[in-house]
T-cell receptor
Framework: DTEVTQTPKHLVMGMTNKKSLKCEQH?????MYWYKQKAKKPPELMFV???????INESVPSRFSPECPNSSLLNLHLHALQPEDSALYLC????????????????FGAGTRLSVL | EDQVTQSPEALRLQEGESSSLNCSYT??????LFWYRQDPGKGPEFLFT???AGEEKEKERLKATLTKKESFLHITAPKPEDSATYLC????????????FGKGITLSVRP
């Protein structure tokens, strides 16, 4: 089973709202990722957590705040977003930063479609 | 900087008409090349990973191959359900598992 579950599937929020996206996996993976994808564009990496520690922040604005409470769960807290932040937000996981090449494979969730009004 | 270029941008095929999708890449030492399939409004679905030139992987009507500069995704006798966007991504050593994606190829298969 290579399932990554994201909730909610759709989210509409105003620019003054605070909301959170949730991602869960039960594959024992120790690396988790947030990507942002605009229409007809490839996914763009936002954050990487490795063993529950933030290892990569791709210069993402502070209105996006990631959190990894445990090895199975990843959250993305949203505050004071702009309309241009509307996109599909994808979560992914992989076994971890191990030498074995097979552990590099990232498995994606179905995404959260975010609309900022 | 790692770069991935996919061509063509879009491809329309008749059912049963075999073809190939191209992914050219430049990376400072390839740790892995990945192919994903993405349906509209869904997350990318993992298809294949290739690690060294000459490697080939096969799954149903799809076959992925790798050289030192490019990868091909061959589709044999496609069906309408193969219609999707196919994404290619590379991973460089020491890149903390970051994937660099190409822009994708949108495949439409007509019945």
């Amino acid at each position: 089973d290579t399932e990554v579950t994201q909730t909610p599937k759709h989210l509409v929020m105003g620019m003054t709202n605070k909301k959170s996206l949730k991602c869960e996996q039960h594959m024992g993976h120790r690396a988790m990722y947030w990507y942002k994808q605009k229409a007809k564009k490839p996914p763009e990496l936002m954050f990487v957590y490795s063993y529950e520690k933030l290892s990569i922040n791709e210069s993402v604005p502070s209105r996006f705040s990631p959190e990894c409470p445990n090895s199975s769960l990843l959250n993305l807290h949203l505050h004071a977003l702009q309309p241009e932040d509307s996109a599909l937000y994808l979560c992914a996981s992989s076994q971890g930063r191990a030498r074995a090449l097979a552990k590099n494979i990232q498995y994606f969730g179905a995404g959260t479609r975010l609309s900022v009004l | 900087e790692d770069q991935v270029t996919q061509s063509p941008e879009a491809l329309r095929l008749q059912e049963g008409e075999s073809s190939s999708l191209n992914c050219s890449y430049t990376v400072s030492g390839l740790r892995g090349l990945f192919w994903y399939r993405q349906d509209p409004g869904k997350g990318p679905e993992f298809l294949f990973t290739l690690y060294s030139a000459g490697e080939e992987k096969e799954k149903e009507r799809l076959k992925a191959t790798l050289t030192k500069k490019e990868s091909f995704l061959h589709i044999t006798a496609p069906k309408p359900e193969d219609s999707a966007t196919y994404l290619c991504a590379v991973q460089a050593p020491g890149a903390n598992s970051k994937l660099t994606f190409g822009k994708g190829i949108t495949l439409s298969v007509r019945p």
